[in-house]
């Protein structure tokens, strides 16, 4: 399968800035959508941005004009930059990406859809 990592959660006061970074990894064909979903406590998990393998990026009206996401298909990285940082913004972050990988060498592709770990991002008032 596809494995994904996340990186870049962390403390942060309200105002500030951090950086989440999502690198996909295994025997990756090819990918489609990668996007970051967050859940705060007592809440569904909700999307915050996505980007498609083309550059086109959908975000939740609640970060636009404060989060960027972008990535680097040659290394298989999604990034969200999240700026303007409020208390409401607490959340686990979750990266997500779909597409297709190979099982084996040789293999015909077969799709994929997976989910990294989670990293807690904490804005504090």
């Known amino acids: 399968q596809v494995q994904l990592v996340e990186s870049g959660g962390g403390l942060v006061q309200a105002g500030g800035s951090l950086r989440l970074s999502c690198a996909a990894s295994?025997?990756?064909?090819?990918?489609?959508?990668m996007g970051w979903y967050r859940q705060a406590p007592g809440k569904q998990r909700e999307l915050v941005a996505a980007?498609?393998?083309?550059?086109?990026?959908n975000y939740a009206d609640s970060v636009k004009g404060r989060f960027t996401i972008s990535r680097d298909n040659a290394k298989n990285t999604v990034y969200l930059q999240m700026s303007s940082l409020n208390p409401e913004d607490t959340a686990v972050y979750y990266c997500n990406a779909d597409g297709y990988f190979r099982r084996y060498y040789g293999d015909y592709p077969a799709d994929f859809n997976s989910w990294g770990q989670g990293t807690q991002v904490t804005v504090s008032s």
């Open positions: 980007i498609t393998s083309g550059g086109t990026t």
């Open positions: 295994g025997r990756i064909f090819s990918i489609n959508t």
